[in-house]
């Protein structure tokens, strides 16, 4: 099982990025997919989460800090998304995909290889 994740980078404050995250090796049809991140000196924590069923997304879960900032995207059962707008120097962390099964909270079985989010002042 893998899970792929690109898309960090530097931006200033206010501005926006986009992560992906492509999962392979199972059937992901079922899992809840999301986002935690980890910033310097801090414990990982989650972000955001979505489940997929029949097709469709019906299911998403955000921590309050991101509400109305970040949208979480599930474009199909094995790749998950994140857009983040209006990024705060808070924002800065190494964000890390996560899959795991169908339980609210996402408890992750696996993990992505992380990719860093810089957000300057």
């Known amino acids: 099982v893998q899970l792929q994740a690109s898309g960090g980078g530097l931006v200033q404050a206010g501005g926006s990025l986009r992560l992906s995250c492509a999962a392979s090796g199972r059937n992901f049809t079922t899992y809840n997919m999301g986002w935690y991140r980890q910033a310097p000196g801090k414990e990982r924590e989650f972000v955001a989460s979505?489940?997929?069923?029949?097709?469709?997304?019906?299911?998403t879960d955000y921590t309050d800090s991101v509400k109305g900032r970040f949208t979480i995207v599930r474009s199909g059962a094995d790749t998950v998304s994140l857009q983040m707008n209006s990024l705060k120097p808070e924002d800065t962390a190494v964000y890390y995909c996560?899959?795991?099964?169908?339980?609210?909270?996402?408890?992750?079985?696996?993990w992505g290889q992380g990719t860093q989010v810089t957000v300057s002042s």
């Open positions: 996560a899959a795991g099964p169908p339980t609210e909270p996402l408890l992750p079985q696996y």
């Open positions: 979505t489940r997929w069923r029949r097709g469709k997304v019906y299911y």
